[in-house]
């Protein structure tokens, strides 16, 4: 199983920029593909952008143009290169491992990190 420690968030204006770090441990990192979610309280948690082992990325309609997904599989760690930020962006953000097709979970859930976004 991998396990994943999410560092990055902080306070941003609208329109700044943020990455987050998401490093695993475990499970060969390299051969999974992996996810960020994202939370607000009150709601579910929602995937906002994933990536193939392979380094193919999808994204949610919301954030597509403004995030990206890199990895890097030398070091188990995957980025959310945040950018245009807007306050609805604001959430506590998690990353796991995936099941690509099934959308499922395979690892366990971090403590996250959170990011807020106002002026």
């Known amino acids: 199983q991998v396990q994943s420690v999410e560092s990055g968030g902080g306070s941003v204006q609208p329109g700044g920029s943020l990455r987050l770090s998401c490093t695993a441990s475990g499970s060969i990192f390299a051969t999974n593909a992996m996810a960020w979610y994202r939370q607000i309280p009150g709601s579910e948690r929602e995937m906002v952008a994933r990536i193939t082992s392979g380094g193919s990325p999808d994204y949610v309609v919301s954030v597509k143009g403004r995030y990206a997904i890199p990895r890097d599989n030398a070091k188990n760690t995957m980025y959310l290169q945040m950018n245009t930020l807007k306050p609805e962006d604001a959430a506590t953000y998690y990353c796991?491992?995936?099941?690509?097709?099934?959308?499922?979970?395979?690892?366990?859930w971090g403590q996250g990190t959170q990011v807020t976004v106002s002026s």
């Open positions: 796991n491992a995936i099941d690509w097709a099934a959308r499922t979970i395979r690892g366990s």
